[in-house]
């Protein structure tokens, strides 16, 4: 309680139930930590939200989730609408009570799939068609639906349609997705209903400048309380991303919660926290444990390589988590070469505490004003190592 007690100068955005409180910021970058309110307890920013698409972190139990340090998690409304259907999400009570995940949630509207689905959809200025991956069936996505689905689906972040476009992408069609976008926030703000949510609006503009400038305006005129920066890590190099985070994520306001989408390399994380982000989401943890590469504090290990056959030690010595409590590297190791599923499990147990921990660091170097201290460190570590 005193840590939040002691912060003279918090500012605070509050809409209905929830609640975004700046605790510290760092004198020497844009950097800050705070602490987001929900309906279901708070989490802490810098935040990392494990990505459970279809309504389930891959391979990892609630409770386990919880002792990685996970305060809140990802869903994504077009995969949920597929399976098992947002009828029987909202008859079970709602997202929380039908995954048994008791903490924050926030849901992706589907806009990702609009570029991660391209061979599969139509877009038109209405909305989205998709053929189903599953059976061909057509889907339509249009931003009022969604954001009505997301409301019934109860989480506690919900996030405006949108159009993310690949890169590379020439200047026109970039334009077309940012009006749309626009266009679709408008009417997600106007058809949303419940304020115990928050709902985010997502800046587009691939990698023209111009066009994230409009954007950023037009979602700042309509006061959501939160964004997001959208459009990256979609095909762009990690210098030209870096470039469109430094310059926008500034002017994003300020008392609210700002969102970088979709990127989650630890030399990203902690640049872009210097650049002003507040929460992440990432694939790479699960995606990585279960096909055998750890993230560890001295860089990744691939544990299918013959070197650690008789490696007896933890995956990582300065991790406390459960695999690295437990368990050696040479017997994870074995389990993915027998195919065994406690392999990909363990790893992903892993994974996610590493970047649980990390987050924890960004944290404290922030209230000590040693955040370039440990960009640093994450740079000498993974700074040639992006190869996930």
Known sequence: ?????????????????????????????????????????????PAFMPVGTRGTVKGIVPDLLKQTGSEIILGNTYHLILRPGVDV?????????????????????????????????????????????????????????????????GADIIMAFDECPPWPVDFEKAKEAVERTIRWAKICKE??????????????????????????????ALDFPGYALGGLSVGESAELRKKIVDEFAPKLPADKPRYLMGVGMPIDIVDSVASGIDMFDCVLPTRNGRNGYAFTSSGPVKLRNEQYKFDFGPIDANCSCYCCRKFSRAYVRHLFLVGE????????????????????????????????????????????????
């Not at 700046?22 to 844009?30: A, E, Q």
């Not at 058809?191 to 700042?220: A, K, M, N, P, Y």
């Not at 990390?358 to 640093?376: A, G, P, Y």
Request: charge should be negative.
């Open 191 to 220: 058809v949303h209903e419940r304020d115990e949510q928050w709902l985010f609006g997502i800046v587009q503009g691939s990698l023209f400048t111009e066009l994230r400038d409009i954007c950023v305006q037009e979602l700042v």
């Open 341 to 388: 599923m406690l392999g990909p499990i363990l790893l992903s147990i892993h994974n996610v505490s590493f970047f649980q921990k990390l987050m924890n660091d960004i944290r404290q170097s922030i209230k000590e004003n040693k955040l370039s201290e440990l960009v640093e460190k994450v740079h000498n570590v993974w700074e040639d190592r992006r190869d996930c």
């Open 89 to 153: 999400i909202e008859q079970a009570g709602g997202l929380h009570k039908f995954t048994g995940w008791d903490g924050s949630i926030l849901t992706d509207s589907g806009g990702f799939q609009v570029f991660s689905l391209a061979q599969l959809r139509k877009i038109d200025d209405e909305g989205v068609s998709f053929s189903s991956h599953i059976d061909g069936q057509v889907i339509r996505l249009e931003p009022a639906e969604v954001t009505r689905i997301q409301n019934r689906l």
């Open 1 to 45: 309680m005193a840590v939040w007690c002691c912060i003279a100068s918090a500012a605070n955005y509050v809409s209905g139930k929830m609640e975004f409180e700046i605790l510290h910021t760092d004198s020497n970058s844009n950097g800050r930590t705070g602490v987001v309110r929900t309906a279901h307890g708070e989490f802490r920013t």
